[in-house]
Nanobody
């Protein structure tokens, strides 16, 4: 069964850190661009980062640049999103997605697989 499973969400105080994990099963991440997305209540889904499989380069949203870092452990078929200096506006459900191809998809509809999401709440 092909799936992505996120974990690592939770409640954290402003300024704190969390590391989200996204584990793939049923397929290998090789050849897939990996995106992290978030969606807050009443807001549209926002792409937080995308890592292309060709160059390995990660592009971050301006809102998280310098605070969030993508990494991957191909042996474990798991990718991570390290989130530092968290702010209340980072509160959202975070999801990972995999899109086949070397480049990052131009829109979310081009992603082939999605995880179920994990809640991140930043609050004092």
């Amino acid at each position: 069964q092909v799936q992505l499973v996120e974990s690592g969400g939770g409640l954290v105080q402003p300024g704190g850190s969390l590391r989200l994990s996204c584990a793939a099963s049923g397929f290998t991440l090789d050849g897939y661009a990996i995106g992290w997305f978030r969606q807050a209540p009443g807001k549209e889904r926002e792409e937080v980062s995308c890592t292309s499989s060709g160059s390995g380069r990660t592009v971050y949203a301006d809102s998280v640049k310098g605070r969030f870092t993508f990494s991957a452990d191909n042996a474990k078929k798991t990718v991570y999103l390290q989130m530092n200096s968290l702010k209340p506006e980072d509160t959202a459900v975070y999801s990972c997605a995999a899109g086949y191809g070397s480049a990052c998809p131009l829109n979310l509809y081009e992603y082939n697989y999605w995880g179920q999401g994990t809640q991140v709440t930043v609050s004092s």
